[in-house]
Structure formats: C-alpha cells, structure tokens
Nanobody, 114 residues
Framework: VQLQASGGGLVQPGGSLNLVCTVT????????VDWYRQAPGRQREVVAT???????NYADSVKGRFIISRDNYGDMLSLQMNNLKPEDTADYYC?????????WGQGTLVTVSS
C-alpha cells in the first residue's frame, strides 16, 4: 500500500490550496480515508474523513472552510482548503487502515503566512 500526497505550499491568509493523495495497493473505493495534520510541537490530529459511502466528517476547526472528496476511478483523495489561517500551518498526511495496519502518505507542508 502506498500513499503519495502533494499540493502543499506557501499561501497568504485567506488563500486556498488543494491537496491530492494518490493511493495504490488497495481497492480504494472500499476504504474510509482521512487527512491528518501535524503542526510543530503538536500532536497529529484528524482533519477530515471520507468514508466509502462518501459520507464525511470534519474537525470543528476546519468546518465550512475545507472540503474532502474522493475519486474512486482515479484512486485519489483530495482536500480543498479555503480561507486558510495561520493556525492551519502544518504537515498534512493522508491515511488509510488496511488489514489492521495504518498507512500514511509522506506528508505535504502547508504554510499560511503573510
């Protein structure tokens, strides 16, 4: 199982970024998948989840600003991040659990700063 995340970068407050994660080695459409983030000096936290039935959950801190989506044909997970704030600065990781094992993407850095 491999997860490859991309799309991070430097953006000003109020800006937008779209993160993408490609997933290989599993039947992607059958799995719940997530985005996590980890800011310097803080624990990794779940940002958003999209289940195999396309239902979603969001952390309170990103509700109304972030949108998680999936493309089951391209085996891709996305996170559209709008109205970014300095406190969104973190490494962002895609995540899936397969046969009891946790798999992470390599992380993509998002920096929100003026």
């Amino acid at each position: 199982v491999q997860l490859q995340a991309s799309g991070g970068g430097l953006v000003q407050p109020g800006g937008s970024l779209n993160l993408v994660c490609t997933v290989t080695g599993i039947m992607f459409r059958s799995y719940d998948v997530d985005w996590y983030r980890q800011a310097p000096g803080r624990q990794r936290e779940v940002v958003a989840t999209i289940r195999s039935d396309f239902s979603t959950n969001y952390a309170d801190s990103v509700k109304g600003r972030f949108i998680i989506s999936r493309d089951n044909y391209g085996d891709m997970l996305s996170l559209q991040m709008n109205n970014l704030k300095p406190e969104d600065t973190a490494d962002y990781y895609c995540h899936v659990v397969h046969r009891g094992r946790v798999f992470w993407g390599q992380g993509t850095l998002v920096t929100v700063s003026s």
